[in-house]
């Protein structure tokens, strides 16, 4: 998939959507998918074994609890990596938004089996 | 050099220095560096032959000059991203702050040769 050749504005494209936990893709860089979700609630517990994950919030607050860490809040303008290998299970009280980065084929429940709230890659 | 386990602020990391065109690295993913940078006035042309290149404008509005395309012109919220062997030249009339995304040991003049704007690799 060759990287967008359009400048992308993030809060018209977290407006195509309204569901919680189901990024979709936006750009792409080197192996690594742009991705953008909304999250409310709990997100269950994973863990990606093979990548570190980069979550940056663009509106409200995220929370990612990280196994043997400190919660990692993260507000509007601010950015937290879960390094490879560690347990982790984002948090929202209130609606957030944010960007992710992550390998192409990552799938965002982990490693684990597939659920419900597994997402199917899409390009918005 | 494992991932900051910290939660990083873009505008408080972004105060510490005042200097144009001098990326300083904030966070990793994988093999990606983290950068953040301000930009006012012309950098040169460049390619980078191995990697694509992301820019998230935070504050400002900077202008990418893209061989053989539309300048992308990407206000605070938006991404462009400069595919790999791509020639381009960044230009800012007003200064702007960005965030960048290179792997580790990208040179910031590309892959010539150096000179006074090429920046050390610098963690703040």
């Known amino acids: 998939m060759a990287a967008p050749d359009v400048v992308v504005n993030l809060a018209e494209k977290l407006?195509?959507?309204?569901?919680?936990?189901?990024?979709r893709i936006v750009g792409q860089v080197n192996d690594l998918h742009l991705k953008i979700a909304k999250g409310q609630g709990d997100f269950p517990w994973h863990v990606h074994e093979e990548t570190d994950e980069f979550f940056l919030v663009v509106r409200g607050s995220l929370?990612?609890?990280?196994?043997?860490?400190?919660d990692a809040v993260i507000g509007a303008g601010e950015f937290f990596v879960v390094p490879r290998g560690v347990e982790h299970a984002p948090l929202a009280?209130?609606?957030?938004?944010?960007?992710?980065?992550?390998?192409?084929?990552?799938?965002?429940?982990?490693?684990?089996?597939?659920?419900?709230?597994?997402?199917?890659?899409?390009?918005i």
Do not use: K, Q
């Open 15 to 23: 407006a195509l959507f309204d569901d919680h936990w189901s990024p």
């Open 63 to 70: 929370t990612v609890r990280v196994r043997g860490m400190n």
């Open 93 to 123: 009280d209130a609606e957030c938004e944010f960007l992710m980065l992550e390998p192409a084929g990552t799938v965002n429940t982990g490693d684990g089996e597939r659920g419900e709230l597994t997402a199917e890659d899409e390009w």
